[in-house]
């Protein structure tokens, strides 16, 4: 597609590198530093790398109560390393090794589909894995998730260097070192899962013997395991057989669907096969939205031999012959992508983060789809540009409108439903619309400019352009669920008000609090609450105090009755006010006093 030199174009022709890092930093940074832990999972994790800070263990760090990581510590290190200057972990410095992978992703896709595709397909790539749902989510959260995939497809990309440059001859370190990454980072899936796509793609590409593929794959897994055994050896003598059984559900209980007797929690997330191609579409929105709309009007061409259909064998035939015939950039993009879905339809547990590592290379396939769309399917386009208009339109009419106090979002949606946790999240979006901070003005004037422009560029019918804008109207539609409605949410729904409150009236009991650590009994972890009061839990059922300060979700308060309310008085002194979003229910602190012995 030729197109005409501007202003806007020579940023990405002549800086496309340093545009894909600026615009990765805009739309994540401010974010990740001023939103609260609304999830159990953010907690969790910083929580790990504040007991790095405060014991000075960074081998096996206990967290929440009594228990230990369960998984291994390289994002946790990060969290720390990074929280180090400032001497204390925060929402920032435990979210910045997410957003570092994110960033670094994105450019290292670009560099390296930017030398072996069109540059403008390269681009519409990189641009569609950073907007999609699944991994802009990813970059800015406190999970392993991110860093992860970083490493995973690191080593993909240099791996798939390494046979083409030196044809399998002289592993580069490189390649081992990122391995190692992906292993201390999520355990063994970081060794098999790469070795297993690219044990495929050598296959496939029929340049190398059986003997040769052997010994490079053995190289890399060998060469790759000796940093993470040391680790593992550590860890094995600190944890002893606990840890053991933890390693072992999680990793290899998870994939042979083993029993889950020998630890103390259920491994959870057990979906159908069907589960991993749902949350695939889902993840990749919004662009599935305009490959479903090509999907209308395609015309499929009849059989050249009238009457005769292809048989079962020609069409696999066929297939094979087209795979054999692919460039070998997107073999190898297919290859990794199929992998990675076969791979995690093994395992019982499914999570959508799971298949992020297949995302890079599924988005070179979607640019190339986008392309052929704005060529081919000229209408498709527009009417994908004109639904997407739509939504970032009402988005804004929404937001404006509430700030203006001509609409009360919490009065229409209690006609529909009476729910408490339904109501509290639309009151607290609406209360961040209807008094806008400056950078929820800034967000707003953005996403006016982006709906202005695929208005103007629908006008001149030029597609590529159109579809152009609807990248630029994803970025603003992003900055706007982020800045202007999860931002207001996380900080009005999370654990920090209720730990405030906690440290102001109570301060004799914040280093003895107690919670239940008992999830296969069905009590809840209260990860917030752990984090924002400085990791300082004591374990209720193993030391069974005399007396004390209790945390305890009210959705347990049956559960413990059963099994304490024969041995403790509780007392409520405070309650939190609202739900908290991590816990998904109301907590209340108890003070206890034992009654009598067992």
Aim: with cysteine.
């Amino acid at each position: 597609y030729p197109m005409r030199a501007s202003a806007l174009q020579y940023l990405y022709l002549q800086k496309p590198v340093t545009t894909i890092i600026v615009l990765c930093l805009v739309t994540i940074l401010p974010w990740i530093a001023t939103g609260d832990f609304s999830t159990k999972g953010e907690p969790r994790e910083a929580s790990v790398a504040v007991s790095m800070l405060e014991t000075g263990n960074w081998t096996l760090p206990k967290v929440y109560a009594d228990e230990f990581a369960y998984k291994p510590p390289m994002a946790h290190w990060m969290m720390a390393l990074a929280s180090l200057p400032g001497g204390r972990v925060t929402e920032l410095t435990a979210r910045l090794p997410s957003a570092v992978a994110y960033t670094v992703l994105g450019a290292m896709m670009l560099i390296f589909l930017g030398r072996r595709v069109r540059f403008q397909e390269a681009f519409i790539a990189v641009c569609v894995m950073l907007t999609c749902v699944e991994i802009h989510r990813a970059g800015m959260t406190a999970r392993v998730d991110m860093v992860l995939t970083g490493f995973i497809v690191a080593a993909l990309l240099q791996m798939y260097r390494w046979e083409e440059k030196l044809a399998l001859k002289g592993l580069p370190v490189i390649i081992p070192l990122l391995l190692s990454g992906a292993v201390l980072t999520k355990g063994p899936v970081g060794i098999i899962l790469p070795l297993f796509i690219f044990g495929t793609y050598l296959i496939l590409l029929r340049r190398h013997s059986a003997l040769q593929i052997f010994k490079a794959l053995l190289y890399i897994g060998v060469s790759a395991a000796f940093l993470p055994l040391l680790w593992y050896i550590a860890a094995w003598h600190q944890g002893g057989d606990a840890f053991l059984n933890v390693v072992l559900a999680e990793n290899f209980g998870r994939f042979f669907h083993l029993s889950e007797a020998a630890i103390s929690y259920d491994l959870g997330h057990k979906e159908p096969i069907w589960y991993n191609f749902v949350t695939l579409v889902a993840g990749f929105l919004p662009w599935t939205l305009l490959l479903v709309f090509s999907l209308f009007g395609f015309n499929r061409k009849p059989n050249d031999k009238r009457g005769e259909r292809p048989t079962l064998g020609s069409r696999v035939r066929h297939i094979v012959a087209g795979l054999l015939a692919m460039d070998r950039v997107r073999l190898f993009s297919l290859v990794a992508a199929v992998c990675t879905l076969v791979f995690y339809t093994i395992p019982s547990s499914k999570r959508s983060v799971y298949l992020m590592p297949a995302y890079p290379f599924i988005s070179l396939f979607v640019a190339q789809a986008m392309l052929y769309v704005a060529e081919h399917r000229s209408r498709c386009t527009r009417v994908f540009a004109a639904v997407f208009a739509a939504i970032g339109t009402a988005a804004f009419g929404v937001a404006v409108l509430t700030a203006a106090g001509a609409l009360r979002p919490v009065e229409i949606v209690a006609k529909f439903t009476d729910r408490a946790d339904t109501l509290e999240t639309v009151s607290a979006v609406a209360q961040g619309f209807a008094h806008p901070s400056a950078g929820t003005i800034v967000i707003l004037i953005i996403l006016a400019l982006a709906l202005l422009t695929v208005g103007y560029q629908m006008s001149r019918r030029i597609n590529i352009k159109i579809l152009y804008a609807s990248l630029f109207l994803s970025v603003a539609l992003n900055l706007f669920v982020d800045g202007a409605i999860m931002h207001n949410l996380r900080n009005r729904t999370s654990s920090r008000e209720f730990a405030d409150h906690i440290c102001s009236e109570f301060p004799a009991e914040r280093d003895r609090i107690y919670v239940m650590n008992d999830l296969r009994a069905g009590f809840t972890n209260l990860y917030g609450l752990n984090f924002y009061l400085g990791n300082r839990f004591r374990n209720f059922d193993a030391e069974r105090p005399a007396e004390g300060a209790l945390l305890l979700a009210d959705r347990d308060e049956m559960l413990l009755a059963e099994r304490f309310g024969g041995l403790y008085t509780f007392r409520r002194i405070a309650h939190s006010t609202r739900r908290l979003s991590d816990v998904r229910s109301s907590v209340t602190l108890y003070r206890f006093e034992r009654i009598c012995e067992e």
